[in-house]
């Protein structure tokens, strides 16, 4: 199915003259065009009480919304996860009007491709960038919204997302495609959202580097099956490895949580209830070790 595009209308045009503009080099997220010293100059020195702190840049980007909080009366700060600059934030101005269809476009889950305007020659640094147009690309939220379990299911995914990519404007890859792909198999109902939860939990582990072991010992290598799991150790541990606060999961739950990493899907949606609880289980205390804190939308997340 091709994406949906349109076209963002909800932008408003600054004062002043039109910009001059020079292209640079560069793609994939690079600057497109500068503003001229100049033409900045005088549109700062057309309103009173604006400072001008030099030249503005354009860049062009995809991403996903993690999440928007209020600024002002019609403002709102979007928290994105994009492709070439990792987490950005950015102000979108008048985005909270009623009819404003720019500020559809910037919901959580949504996909989007946004044009940002920022100070200097990087996006991040230099206090927020202004988010001033946006394209859809996948409206994701259309099915994912309606439904709770995928709505919790969602919201854990995009904090996770986020608590992933604590340094702003750090391009982060493989974690923007793990949620995209996660996303869109969620909004499809493909599968049990609390099983695509916990696949995009242990993926994001796995490309952040912490894969955790389900079959040779996590400690010294030797070939499963093992009994044990800890969350300190890395997985499941022989009994020779055995530490304080290990636990002896069911061979079930262990095989889920395998089939979840690979994407055996045949196996994860014929595990039973109680084995799916206790894998769910273990995802939980390992992302917690790992993040030194658990995620607070994980509490909603029906099992």
């Not at 999440?67 to 709102?76: I, S, V, Y």
């Not at 950015?90 to 009007?97: E, F, P, S, Y």
Request: proline share 6%.
């Amino acid at each position: 199915m091709s994406p949906e595009s349109s076209r963002d209308d909800g932008a408003q045009e600054a004062d002043g003259p039109a910009p001059r503009c020079s292209p640079l080099a560069g793609s994939g997220g690079a600057p497109v065009y500068e503003y001229t010293w100049a033409v900045m100059s005088e549109r700062a020195r057309a309103r009173p009480g604006v400072r001008d702190n030099g030249p503005m840049t354009l860049f062009r980007d995809d991403g996903v919304v993690l999440r928007t909080q209020k600024l002002g009366e019609a403002d709102r700060i979007i928290t994105l996860l994009t492709r070439g600059h990792g987490r950005v934030r950015a102000v979108a101005r008048g985005v909270r009007r009623t009819k404003s269809k720019f500020g559809a476009r910037l919901e959580p889950f949504s996909h989007v491709d946004v044009q940002f305007f920022a100070r200097g020659s990087e996006l991040v640094g230099r206090g927020l960038p202004l988010c001033t147009q946006s394209e859809t690309i996948a409206a994701y939220g259309s099915g994912i919204v309606t439904d709770y379990a995928r709505y919790t299911a969602g919201t854990a995914m995009l904090e996770t997302a986020e608590r992933f990519t604590d340094h702003e404007g750090e391009p982060a890859v493989q974690q923007y495609l793990l949620l995209i792909g996660g996303l869109r198999t969620l909004s499809r109902g493909e599968h049990a959202p609390h099983l695509i939860l916990d696949a995009f939990l242990l993926r994001s582990l796995a490309v952040n580097g912490y894969a955790p072991s389900f079959d040779d010992c996590a400690r010294c290598g030797l070939p499963g099956p093992n009994r044990f799991f800890s969350v300190a150790a890395g997985g499941v541990i022989c009994g020779d490895c055995r530490v304080p606060g290990s636990v002896v999961p069911s061979a079930e739950a262990v095989g889920l949580l395998s089939a979840l990493l690979t994407g055996d899907w045949e196996t994860a949606d014929a595990c039973e209830p109680r084995h799916v609880r206790e894998g769910s289980g273990l995802v939980s205390a390992y992302l917690h070790w790992h993040l030194e804190r658990g995620l607070r939308s994980l509490r909603y997340v029906e099992k």
